[in-house]
C-alpha cells in the first residue's frame, strides 16, 4: 500500500504533523519538512520556545523532530537554533536530544564553534551542558579536520584550568582521551594521578578516568569517535519506530497492573533514552524514569 504524498501538503499541513505524529513521523514526511527553506524558521521557533519543551502529548515531540530536521538542514541559519535546543534539552533532561547533540553539531560544522565555546567557558551554564558543547567541538574535528587544533585547544583550556569545576575538567579530559590528543598526555597521566588518589582518600568520590585508562588510550591506533557520529536519522526508520512502540506497549502494560489497573497512560512519550546508545553494549534497559514533564523527568507530562 503506497503512503501519503507528503509534497503534495501545505507548509502548515507538513509542520502540524510535528506535534500530531508523536514518536511516529515518517520518514518521507521528515525528508520533505528538511527540503523546504520555508520551513526553517517555524523549526527554529519550536526549539526556541520553552514552553514546547514542556508541552504534553503528543506536541512535545513535536520539540525532539524540530531539533533532528534542523541538524539534518544544516547551515548557519540553523546554529542559533540547535544551541537553544542545546540549553533546554540540557535543562529538562530530554535525552532523546542530548545524546545525539554532538553528532548534529559535528555535522554543522564549523559554523557552530563561536557558539558552542561560549557554552563551553559559561560556567553558569551547568556541567552537562557544557559536557554536550565540548563533545560538539570535538565532533565538529571529524568532519573539519582543519578545525581540530583550534577545537582542542578550547577543551583543553577547561582541562588544564585548576580553577575549574573537577567534574567539568573530568569531561574535558575523557574528550581528550577519546579523541588520543598527544599535546594533553602528560597533563592526563598527572591528572589520573590525583583522581586516583582523591578515591583512594574518599570511597565515595567519583573519579573521571585513572592511570590505566590514559595508558590503554594512547596505545590505540583511532579515535574513540562513535559517539561523537551517531546517525540520528534512524530514529525515523520503521524498525526504529516499531521498537519504540512495541517499548511503550510493555511499559505501559507494565505500570497498568503495578497501578492495579487503575488507569493507562497516554501513548507516546514517557521513555527518552536511545535506543542505539543504550543497546551498545546490549545491557539491560534500566528502569522507567521519575515521571516525565518536570525538570525530573525526562519527557512530556501525562
Not at 507494565?254 to 488507569?263: C, E, I, K, L, V
Request: proline share 7%.
Amino acid at each position: 500500500m503506497q503512503g501519503p504524498d507528503y509534497r503534495s501538503l501545505e507548509d502548515d499541513q507538513l509542520a502540524e504533523l510535528l506535534f500530531v505524529a508523536e514518536d511516529r513521523l515518517e520518514r518521507d514526511a521528515a525528508e520533505e519538512i528538511i527540503r523546504r527553506e520555508s520551513l526553517t524558521p517555524f523549526l527554529a521557533q519550536v526549539v526556541s520556545d520553552k514552553q514546547n519543551w514542556l508541552a504534553e502529548l503528543p506536541d512535545w515531540w513535536a520539540v525532539v523532530h524540530a531539533t533532528y530536521l534542523l541538524g539534518r538542514k544544516g547551515g548557519e541559519l540553523v546554529v542559533n537554533p540547535l544551541l537553544s535546543a542545546l540549553r533546554w534539552s540540557d535543562a529538562f533532561d530530554c535525552d532523546w536530544v542530548t545524546e545525539v547533540m554532538p553528532s548534529i553539531l559535528g555535522q554543522v560544522g564549523p559554523a557552530a564553534i563561536p557558539g558552542l565555546t561560549m557554552v563551553v567557558r559559561d560556567a553558569t551554564a551547568g556541567w552537562s551542558a557544557r559536557d554536550v558543547a565540548m563533545k560538539g567541538l570535538a565532533a565538529i574535528s571529524l568532519k573539519s579536520p582543519e578545525s581540530r587544533e583550534h577545537v582542542f585547544r578550547i577543551i583543553g583550556e577547561r582541562f588544564m584550568d585548576e580553577n575549574e569545576d573537577r567534574v567539568v575538567r573530568q569531561l574535558a579530559g575523557q574528550i581528550l582521551l577519546d579523541f588520543r590528543v598527544q599535546q594533553y598526555r602528560m597533563a592526563l597521566i598527572k591528572f589520573s594521578r590525583e583522581e586516583w588518589s582523591f578515591r583512594e582518600l574518599d570511597a565515595w568520590y567519583i573519579s573521571g578516568f585513572e592511570p590505566e585508562d590514559v595508558e590503554w588510550a594512547f596505545r590505540q591506533d583511532s579515535p574513540d569517535a562513535w559517539h561523537y557520529q551517531e546517525d540520528w536519522m534512524r530514529f525515523y526508520e520503521p524498525a526504529e519506530v516499531q521498537k519504540r512502540q512495541k517499548r511503550w506497549s510493555r511499559e505501559r502494560l507494565g505500570q497498568t497492573r503495578a497501578r492495579g489497573n487503575d488507569r493507562v497512560p497516554p501513548p507516546g512519550g514517557g521513555r527518552v533514552l536511545s535506543f542505539w546508545r543504550h543497546g551498545r553494549h546490549t545491557e539491560a534497559v534500566p528502569p522507567p524514569p521519575p515521571a516525565p514533564g518536570n525538570p525530573e523527568g525526562e519527557g512530556p507530562a501525562e
